[in-house]
C-alpha cells in the first residue's frame, strides 16, 4: 500500500513549524503501524483551509496532482480540518480520489473505504462540521475587530510612531502614546543622530508639505542609518504609506475606511495631514528620478505643440554654447534653459508677493480656517483689554498683569499667522508676501523644492518661435495659474518679467563686428624686380 500524508497549519506565528512538524510524526507513525510504504509528504504551514482563506496552498496543490496520477492507495491526515475546511472542496478531493482509485482515508487513526456509504456519510459529517467550525471561528474575530473598531482601540500590527501599553498581569490593552523614546543612529559617513519615532512621522509629513521629494525623503532617512517602520532600508513605498495612513490624525480604520475617531493622540494635525494627502494623490502629480532634479522646469513644463515634455540638452552651434530646453519627442520647440527658467521664476515670486494672492487663496482654500483663527485672534485681544481694565483699576497686581500681558501677545502673534497661513497650500507657506523674493533667494539650490512650488501655481508649456522674430518673450509661454487668476488680473508682474528677460537676452548678444580698414601698414607693397 503506497500513503500520502498531508499536514496543515492556519497560524506559525513564531515561524517554527511546531504543529505540521508534529502532525507529520503523528501520520508516519500511523504508517509504520499498518506496515504501508510511505511515498510522499506535503504540507503547507501558516495557511488557512477556509473558504475565506487569502492564501493560497502551494502543497495542497502538489497533493491534487500527485493524486491524479492515481498511482497512491491510501490518504493520511490527522484530522479532516487539516486537509480542508471548505465543504465544496471536501466534494472535490472526494470524487477524485473515488475516481483514481486511492478509496482509503485514514484520519486521526480510523480508516474510512471511500466505497463504503456510511464511510462517507460519516466523513461528510466531520466535513460539515470543519466548515461550520471555520465559519464560527471568523464570525468571533469578525465581532472582536468591529468592537475593538467602534471603540477606537487599535487592532493588529502596531503603527510606525506609536507604541501600546498593555496591563502587566492581565495583558489587557491600555494606551497607545506616540513613541517619544530616543534611539541612535550611526549614519554612512559614521556621524551618530539621535531620532524618535514619532518625530520621524512628524518629520515625513513636513517634508512632504514643503515639497520634497519622496525619493529625497528616503535617502535622507537611509543616509543617516534610521531604520525603516519594519527594520531594514525606506524605500518609497514605505514612506507614501505612512503620509497616507489617518492613524496618524487620531482616526481608526477598518478594512480600508475610516470608522471613527481612535483613543490615542494625532502625531500631526488634519490640515498637514489632508494637504499632504492630497498632494500624493493628485493625478496630475509628476515624479521624476532624482537625476532630474537637476533641472528647475524640465519634464515640467510641456510642448505646446505636440503637449511631450521638455529635456535639457547641450548645445554648442554658431559659437554659443550652453543648454536648452527642447521638445523630448519631437523637438518642436526649443529655448535657452537661462531664459525660460529667469522668466518663471520671476512671475512665479512675483505672484507670491502680490498682496491680492493671500486673499485669493483663502477664498479658494480654507474660507472656515481663516474665520475661526481670526475669531480666536480677537478673543484673546478682548482677553487682553480685559486684563488692561483690571490692572488700571488695580484688581490684579502689576506681576500679574505683566506675565499675562506677554502670553496673550505671544497667543494673538499665532493665532494671526494661523489665519494668514490657514488658506495657503503647505508648500508655498512661508513664500507668500512682500517677503518672497528673499525667501526664494533663501531656498539656493534647492531645486527640487523650487519645483513643488512651481508645479503648484503654474501650468506650462512651451510655444515654437513665431514668424519674424527669434526673441524670447512671454508670447512663447503659454500659462494657466492654478491657484489665482489669469493674466489679464496681473499684467504687471508678467510685463516686469518680460522687461527683465528681455534686458537679459539683448546684454548676450554679441554686438555687431567693427569694420577694418586698410591703411598704409597693412596694405600690400608693389613686387619690384
Not at 500524508?5 to 506565528?13: F, L, M
Not at 524618535?196 to 512628524?202: E, F, P, Q
Not at 480666536?376 to 480685559?386: G, P, V
Amino acid at each position: 500500500m503506497s500513503a500520502l500524508t498531508y499536514e496543515r497549519a492556519s497560524q506559525d506565528k513564531k515561524e517554527q513549524g511546531k504543529s505540521v512538524t508534529d502532525q507529520r510524526k503523528l501520520n508516519l507513525a500511523e504508517i509504520s503501524r499498518h506496515a504501508w510504504r510511505h511515498a510522499k509528504s506535503f504540507w503547507d504551514n501558516d495557511r488557512s483551509a477556509s473558504r475565506h482563506a487569502t492564501k493560497a496552498r502551494p502543497d495542497f496543490e502538489k497533493l491534487m496532482d500527485r493524486i491524479r496520477t492515481g498511482t497512491d492507495d491510501v490518504l493520511v491526515v490527522w484530522e479532516i480540518s487539516r486537509r480542508e475546511r471548505d465543504l465544496a472542496v471536501y466534494v472535490q478531493i472526494r470524487d477524485l480520489c473515488h475516481e483514481v482509485g486511492l478509496y482509503f482515508w485514514l484520519v486521526g487513526g480510523q480508516l474510512f473505504d471511500l466505497r463504503d456509504r456510511n464511510d462517507r456519510m460519516f466523513l461528510g459529517f466531520q466535513a460539515v462540521q470543519a466548515e461550520f467550525q471555520a465559519d464560527y471561528i471568523r464570525d468571533n474575530v469578525k465581532r472582536g475587530i468591529d468592537g475593538a473598531a467602534a471603540a477606537g482601540r487599535p487592532h493588529g500590527r502596531g503603527t510606525y510612531g506609536y507604541e501600546r501599553v498593555y496591563h502587566s498581569r492581565t495583558k489587557a490593552f491600555l494606551e497607545q502614546r506616540p513613541d517619544e523614546e530616543v534611539h541612535t543612529a550611526v549614519g554612512k559617513d559614521g556621524t551618530g543622530t539621535t531620532y524618535t519615532k514619532a518625530g520621524i512621522v512628524r518629520e515625513i509629513y513636513r517634508k512632504l508639505a514643503e515639497g520634497v521629494p519622496l525619493i529625497r525623503i528616503e535617502n535622507d532617512l537611509n543616509d543617516r542609518g534610521v531604520p525603516a517602520s519594519q527594520g531594514g532600508g525606506w524605500r518609497r513605498g514605505i514612506i507614501r504609506h505612512i503620509a497616507l495612513n489617518p492613524a496618524y490624525i487620531g482616526k481608526r480604520v477598518l478594512r480600508g475606511e475610516v470608522v471613527g475617531d481612535g483613543q490615542w493622540k494625532p502625531l500631526v494635525d488634519e490640515e498637514l495631514y489632508w494637504a499632504v494627502r492630497n498632494m500624493l494623490e493628485n493625478p496630475d502629480r509628476i515624479t521624476w528620478k532624482p537625476a532630474r532634479a537637476r533641472y528647475l522646469l524640465s519634464y515640467l513644463v510641456k510642448c505646446g505643440v505636440c503637449g511631450g515634455p521638455l529635456s535639457v540638452n547641450n548645445i554648442n552651434r554658431h559659437g554659443w554654447t550652453g543648454q536648452v530646453y527642447s521638445c523630448l519627442l519631437r523637438r518642436c520647440a526649443a529655448v535657452k534653459m537661462e531664459h525660460l527658467d529667469e522668466f518663471v521664476e520671476r512671475i512665479v515670486v512675483a505672484w507670491c508677493a502680490r498682496p491680492e494672492t493671500t486673499e485669493q487663496l483663502h477664498r479658494k482654500f480654507d474660507d472656515q480656517g481663516v474665520a475661526e483663527a481670526r475669531a480666536e485672534a480677537e478673543r484673546l485681544r478682548n482677553d487682553l483689554e480685559q486684563w488692561r481694565t483690571l490692572a488700571e483699576a488695580g484688581e490684579v497686581t502689576p506681576v500679574s498683569f505683566v506675565r499675562a500681558e506677554a502670553g496673550l501677545i505671544r497667543k494673538i502673534a499665532e493665532a494671526e499667522q494661523a489665519a494668514q497661513e490657514a488658506g495657503i497650500p503647505p508648500v508655498l507657506r512661508g513664500l507668500i508676501g512682500p517677503h518672497a523674493e528673499a525667501e526664494w533667494l533663501a531656498l539656493g539650490d534647492d531645486v527640487a523644492r523650487k519645483r513643488e512650488v512651481i508645479k503648484e501655481v503654474l501650468e506650462l508649456k512651451l510655444l515654437p518661435v513665431g514668424k519674424g522674430t527669434r526673441t524670447f518673450g512671454p508670447h512663447r509661454v503659454w500659462r494657466r495659474w492654478r491657484l489665482a487668476d489669469d493674466d489679464a488680473q496681473a499684467p504687471d508682474l508678467i510685463e516686469a518679467a518680460a522687461e527683465t528677460v528681455a534686458a537679459a537676452v539683448k546684454a548676450a548678444k554679441p554686438g555687431p563686428k567693427a569694420k577694418t580698414t586698410k591703411t598704409a601698414s597693412n596694405t600690400a607693397k608693389p613686387r619690384t624686380r
